[in-house]
């Protein structure tokens, strides 16, 4: 059984900066893409970023291109989000989600974590 959890999320001042952890367990890590959601108030869960199993390859949604930075350490089961020069439209809640492919496409990821909460005050 897959099990994400996401760690990291705190409260942050505009213009901060902020790394989300994601320790994996339940399979080999190594094998398959990982990936960043996140929910908003009162809005639809999004995709954010994606990284393929290698890590060689990653993928931004366009309003976190230049600003956030996905990464993998394969040998700790562990994705990261590095997240610099927050806005206070980055308030979410952000998951940790699991794919079954080795490669990123945000439809097919299937596996969540239980999110961690992410403000930015203005």
């Known amino acids: 059984q897959v099990q994400l959890v996401e760690s990291g999320g705190e409260l942050v001042q505009t213009g901060g900066s902020l790394k989300l952890s994601c320790a994996a367990s339940?399979?080999?890590?190594?094998?398959?893409?990982m990936g960043w959601f996140r929910q908003g108030p009162g809005k639809e869960r999004e995709f954010v970023a994606g990284i393929t199993s290698s890590g060689g390859s990653t993928r931004y949604t366009d309003v976190v291109k230049g600003r956030f930075t996905i990464s993998r350490d394969n040998a700790k089961s562990t994705v990261f989000l590095q997240m610099n020069s927050l806005k206070p439209e980055d308030t979410a809640v952000y998951y940790c989600a699991a794919s079954d492919l080795p490669i990123v496409l945000p439809q097919t990821y299937k596996y969540w974590g239980q999110g961690t909460q992410v403000t930015v005050s203005s």
């Open positions: 339940g399979r080999t890590f190594s094998l398959y893409a």
